[in-house]
């Protein structure tokens, strides 16, 4: 502990993680209580706690000012959420105000014994597709762990722990990794160590999912081939928000370990629909009752950079509304209701829909038969600004709705849906172009341009072709056309049709 604990400008934080009691054992020790002070250069004064009952979690938040004397020296918050099976998701954050030559030491009771590990590793760079897991390592109190997010298993139960991150915080709600300054976790007598940097003006992190359960079967090839490419290590970042991703060379701020909250929750979509590990349900609630925490007032989602082309072409700055994304995030939370039942999910969906329909109404093109072609970008600031039609976003904002129209049988959203469908079937033949690939966009001069992705705008055809089918009867012949016309210009290209 003097060797650790001797360093300058570093906070240690010894996170004890009880194994040894039942599920409601292990409850009550998951409070205020999870957290508790060892050290005597520091106070720790608790500030502030709230708690949310939900249908599949409990939600605790709790905040604690650290002090030295008078002197405040940071803030340091834990969000909990206490799962209905039993497994617990925590995520702490440090945001220290003065750098300190003294540690400040913090426990919780945990016992590692012998235990395997595993963890995503890199040998070609930080590319989800090409990382691969680690071999399984065996461990014990004597095990010195890699600076790396771990799956652990012990008798006792099974972790998901992060490595301690430390990220300078920047503009616009990015945040820039550090990784020079992160910290392994560090496994003592019936403790781990977490040790945080103390310096001023970071954000130092570490989050975790315990279980008595085992959290992963690696057995089961396809499910751990999805963790490991949902990359919750490096490439991808949980934040308080949610996951956060590299942030575009197209964005500010930006830099190559700068990364911003995309509101879209994939990574969470991806998990509730995914079999092989227990990780993916208790993962995929949290992210859905993030997605409810983090709607605005609203209705949607801001996406918080400035993107420098949408500034450019449009005047739309840091901020905006991105309908692809913050549609993705409604979508996300009406398949969560479909599968956990919890009213708050539906009700997010619904606050989401009500705002889909007044700014379609305010920005939209009108096609020959009546249809819309509703834009893809606005902002609080410039509710004037006009900008493209991507034929993704359309066609997501189009399923979200009749998605919202079979839980809720409100004919608002019916008619918007079908609107925006009668828009696509007004233009279908002009969105191909000679080649047979589809445009990717409808401009603001009327033309089409721009490239589509390669399998995206298809793969939202063939969901359209499915809610037809379920509430018309039949598949639609003008999208039946656009997903033909894709598919060959794919197969002639020799290229993936999913």
Known sequence: MQKIIGKKFWMIVVLFLSVNNS???ALEIWGQDFIKSQSK???????FQDAKPFAQAEEWTYGWDILQGKQQMGRLTMNQYRLKNGDLYYYLRYLPEQNSKHPLILSIPINLTDFTYRYVTYPLGYDFAKSQWSETMVGDKDTKLTKESMYIDDVAGSYYLSYIDVFELQDKSVKKERYDLGKALQISDESIFLEFPHIKGTSVEQWGVLSQER????????GTMHLRMADLNRVRKQGQEGIYYFTPSSYYPSSPTSFWFNPA?????????????RFFDDFGLVSLYKAVRSQNQKGYWWSTPRSNWLMEDYGIDSSFYDTRFSTDAAIFLLKGYDKYQDPVFLDAGKKYGDFLLQFAEDHHYETENQGWLVMDYGHDLRPEVKTHVSLNHLLTEMNFLYHLYILTEDEA?????RKIKQGVKDTSIHWIKENGDLWYAYMMDGTYGKL???????????ISQQFFEKLEGERDDDFEMLIQSKENYLKDNNLSLW
Do not use: K, S
């Open 413 to 417: 959203y019916y008619a918007l849906a």
């Open 452 to 462: 589509d992705y390669p399998v995206l705008t298809l793969n939202d055809l063939r």
């Open 41 to 47: 250069q520091f106070q720790i004064i608790h500030v």
């Open 215 to 222: 959290l992963v079967d690696w057995e089961d090839p396809m």
């Open 265 to 277: 929750h994939h990574i969470g979509e991806l998990f509730i629909r995914t079999e092989g590990a």
């Open 23 to 25: 599920c409601g054992g």
